[in-house]
């Protein structure tokens, strides 16, 4: 039986096997992990915390494993308060300031009100237990669940309990170790919010054209496979949404995505159909076909209300606002949001993820919460002047971090390096010197539109636009330059 108990926010310890991502190897990699998923939701926990104090709602899960107490079912919310209380320092973490400031305005004797919370624990021998209260709790479905898991914990969840076999799942989480296309801020975010079901299907589609006999064994050889750089450029773009379903399915005119990437088809052999290999398709259900058809879900969704009920909504689910609605949808499980490149909700998106790491960041969330902010169409010069500067201070932190020197000799004098020449000599850097092809790749874009003087937002632009009285911008050519360049801005960053 467990035992309910008023415990100490500072006694409890976060759950670094969350399967809502990889394992964490520190509390502070699990916080940011924790951000770097689901950003708004995080923020949401924790400005309902901080705005109507901790409600005992509903009962944390503690798992005491005879050394620690270990937190099974609440950790956004324990993340939060650790955060508010000071446990962590804010500023180590891409908290917005509107959120600093509130935290910095509490009191002692909200803290003291706040500092303990109602926990139910349970002993190590009855661990079986509480993987069934978390179970019901979100991998149920969305109806009985309070923040539903993404495809990737259910999966995860289904391998690591259920024992069920998901190939999608061991490729992407073998790459987020080893991948080299990608930047630190994805993986953490990758870890828990990427569509596997999209990879699911791809690697269905092509697997016997890496000399494998199933996703499976495809999944056991990786990364010790033909095709490697493409198969983790098909991945990467699957995470980045430039890869969807409909591109995957599309066999109109002799279509086949994986050609575009370099993987040749088997020549006297059909498309690969992967029908022998239990698969989980991220719903709690094994599959065995090639398929990712509809799939039919039943929402509850409770708006913030007054008293108990009202936060119990925004500390778990981390929703605002709105009255209570039930809605039953029926929607594709692999569908995506994308927008054209040129589209400032392309830009938006871009920067919702953007969730700078390290110390010493705090101008770089100060500047990003600005141009989340700002209007492209009505503050094209404004914007471009904020990118400017979130690229000054994010190479002069990564520079400090990594050892490259901010100066050089010219002459008799010491002289502060451009912007251009620490982008450059950065870029160098994240890149091995151009010897890590994947991120060479990835920074491609980046690399050619900051040389380059013609471009929108290269260096020699963004000066002409502080100097030059006549120079203009046009918003589409921003939106374009600003997706080029952002794999830099996250990679300094990351």
């Given at each position: 039986m467990s035992k309910t108990s008023e415990t100490d926010i500072s006694k409890l310890n976060l759950d670094l096997k969350n399967y809502r991502t990889t394992p964490q190897h520190t509390e502070v990699d699990a916080i940011n992990a924790m951000i770097n998923i689901k950003q708004d939701r995080f923020y949401a926990v924790m400005e309902s915390i901080i705005d109507d104090g901790y409600l005992p709602t509903e009962n944390i899960i503690v798992l005491n494993d005879g050394a620690k107490m270990i937190v099974r079912e609440g950790n956004r919310r324990i993340a939060a308060m650790k955060l508010i209380h000071g446990i962590y320092k804010i500023d180590d973490f891409a908290l917005p300031?509107?959120?600093?400031?509130?935290?910095?305005?509490?009191?002692?004797?909200?803290?003291?009100?706040?500092?303990?919370?109602?926990?139910?624990?349970?002993?190590?021998?009855?661990?079986?237990?509480?993987?069934?209260?978390?179970?019901?709790?979100?991998?149920?479905?969305?109806?009985?669940?309070?923040?539903?898991?993404?495809?990737?914990?259910?999966?995860?969840?289904?391998?690591?309990?259920?024992?069920?076999?998901?190939?999608?799942?061991?490729?992407?989480?073998?790459?987020?170790?080893?991948?080299?296309?990608?930047?630190?801020?994805?993986?953490?975010?990758?870890?828990?919010?990427?569509?596997?079901?999209?990879?699911?299907?791809?690697?269905?589609?092509?697997?016997?054209?890496?000399?494998?006999?199933?996703?499976?064994?495809?999944?056991?050889?990786?990364?010790?496979?033909?095709?490697?750089?493409?198969?983790?450029?098909?991945?990467?773009?699957?995470?980045?949404?430039?890869?969807?379903?409909?591109?995957?399915?599309?066999?109109?005119?002799?279509?086949?995505?994986?050609?575009?990437?370099?993987?040749?088809?088997?020549?006297?052999?059909?498309?690969?159909?992967?029908?022998?290999?239990?698969?989980?398709?991220?719903?709690?259900?094994?599959?065995?076909?090639?398929?990712?058809?509809?799939?039919?879900?039943?929402?509850?969704?409770?708006?913030?209300?007054?008293?108990?009920?009202?936060?119990?909504?925004?500390?778990?689910?981390?929703?605002?606002?709105?009255?209570?609605?039930?809605?039953?949808?029926?929607?594709?499980?692999?569908?995506?949001?994308?927008?054209?490149?040129?589209?400032?909700?392309?830009?938006?998106?871009?920067?919702?993820?953007?969730t700078p790491k390290g110390n010493d960041r705090q101008k770089v969330v100060s500047l990003r919460d600005e141009l989340k902010k700002l209007k492209i169409v009505d503050n094209p010069i404004a914007f471009c002047l904020l990118v400017r500067s979130i690229f000054e201070i994010s190479a002069k932190v990564y520079s400090i971090e990594n050892s490259i020197s901010l100066t050089k000799v010219n002459g008799n004098k010491t002289i502060d390096k451009t912007l251009a020449e620490l982008l450059k000599e950065i870029t160098k850097k994240l890149t091995s010197n151009s010897t890590n092809t994947g991120m060479s790749k990835v920074l491609y874009g980046a690399s050619n539109e900051m040389s380059q003087p013609n471009k929108i937002l290269s260096v020699t632009s963004m000066n002409q636009m502080v100097h030059n009285t006549t120079f203009s911008v046009i918003p589409s050519d921003i939106c374009t330059s600003f997706g080029n360049i952002y794999p830099l801005l996250e990679a300094m960053n990351s």
């Open positions: 300031n509107s959120l600093k400031a509130k935290i910095l305005k509490l009191d002692a004797q909200w803290k003291s009100e706040n500092k303990k919370v109602p926990c139910s624990i349970y002993n190590l021998k009855e661990e079986a237990k509480v993987e069934k209260i978390v179970a019901l709790s979100h991998a149920k479905g969305e109806k009985a669940a309070r923040d539903p898991w993404s495809s990737v914990a259910r999966a995860r969840y289904d391998r690591d309990t259920k024992k069920a076999v998901v190939p999608a799942l061991d490729i992407l989480e073998k790459y987020l170790i080893q991948g080299k296309n990608l930047t630190g801020m994805q993986k953490d975010r990758w870890a828990g919010e990427y569509p596997l079901t999209v990879l699911d299907e791809a690697i269905r589609k092509i697997y016997n054209r890496f000399d494998v006999a199933s996703t499976t064994e495809l999944a056991t050889n990786y990364p010790k496979i033909n095709y490697l750089t493409e198969l983790e450029d098909i991945i990467r773009d699957i995470g980045i949404e430039q890869l969807e379903t409909r591109q995957i399915r599309n066999t109109d005119n002799g279509n086949d995505f994986a050609i575009a990437y370099g993987i040749k088809p088997l020549v006297s052999s059909p498309a690969a159909t992967d029908s022998g290999t239990t698969q989980s398709d991220g719903s709690g259900t094994a599959s065995g076909a090639n398929t990712a058809g509809a799939a039919t879900t039943n929402t509850n969704a409770n708006g913030t209300g007054g008293g108990a009920q009202g936060q119990q909504n925004n500390q778990q689910q981390g929703s605002a606002g709105g009255a209570s609605n039930n809605t039953n949808s029926t929607a594709n499980s692999t569908a995506t949001k994308s927008y054209a490149i040129n589209d400032p909700k392309h830009v938006s998106a871009l920067l919702k993820k953007f």
